[in-house]
T-cell receptor
Framework: LAKTTQPISMDSYEGQEVNITCSHNNIATNDYITWYQQFPSQGPRFIIQGYKTKVTNEVASLFIPADRKSSTLSLPRVSLSDTAVYYCLVGGNTGGFKTIFGAGTRLFVKA | EPEVTQTPSHQVTQMGQEVILRCVPISNHLYFYWYRQILGQKVEFLVSFYNNEISEKSEIFDDQFSVERPDGSNFTLKIRSTKLEDSAMYFC??????????????FGPGTRLTVL
């Protein structure tokens, strides 16, 4: 399984765009990149998933360069409620799918 | 919107006792998972389950742990003889049938296990 590296924490202000970058140098050909969000005392929640280029949904965008060795989660116009831990996961779709969460990035959004 | 449910929300037990944590995954999902998260630490994978058998397990998932899908709807995690270090939040998750959807896991609210 590819190892991921993310910043430990980030600060932002309400209304700003936040970009969290994840490095995954050993990503395999069949690996997808998935981001989860976790609030205190809650289970992780799926945000977005991609394989290459750009993916956008109602919550976030995911930018993946051509070499796929990194990815950037972009949260537009964050609010206080976006304060959470954000996890980048890299994994394939072989049988079983052992899911490894890293330490994640703690995002603090200030008023 | 369908969701994963877990019971109980909080379980307190004495060291050495057996506990069973229960989960009801989303009804048409085929892949099931258990994770644990010790307070202040990261989410740790325990086991994945598909087609009525364990697909993968971590080194944490030793002989004290077992999983079962007894009736086609519930998915349980049993800890045979609890230790103090088993105190954690336990999350159940499920995901759909086809890749890449299998990567989109839906997590339950968790069961907080306290071992005294």
């Amino acid at each position: 399984l590819a190892k991921t590296t993310q910043p430990i924490s980030m600060d932002s202000y309400e209304g700003q765009e936040v970009n969290i970058t994840c490095s995954h140098n050993n990503i395999a050909t069949n690996d997808y990149i998935t981001w989860y969000q976790q609030f205190p005392s809650q289970g992780p929640r799926f945000i977005i998933q991609g394989y290459k280029t750009k993916v956008t949904n109602e919550v976030a965008s995911l930018f993946i360069p051509a070499d796929r060795k990194s990815s950037t989660l972009s949260l537009p116009r964050v609010s206080l409620s976006d304060t959470a831990v954000y996890y980048c996961l890299v994994g394939g779709n072989t049988g079983g799918f052992k899911t490894i969460f890293g330490a994640g990035t703690r995002l603090f959004v200030k008023a | 919107e369908p969701e994963v449910t877990q019971t109980p929300s909080h379980q307190v037990t004495q060291m050495g006792q057996e506990v069973i944590l229960r989960c009801v995954p989303i009804s048409n999902h085929l892949y099931f998972y258990w994770y644990r998260q010790i307070l202040g630490q990261k989410v740790e994978f325990l086991v994945s389950f598909y087609n009525n058998e364990i697909s993968e397990k971590s080194e944490i998932f030793d002989d004290q742990f077992s999983v079962e899908r007894p009736d086609g709807s519930n998915f349980t995690l049993k800890i045979r003889s609890t230790k103090l270090e088993d105190s954690a939040m336990y999350f159940c998750a499920s995901s759909g049938a086809s890749p890449p959807e299998r990567n989109e896991q839906f997590f339950g609210p968790g069961t907080r296990l306290t071992v005294l």
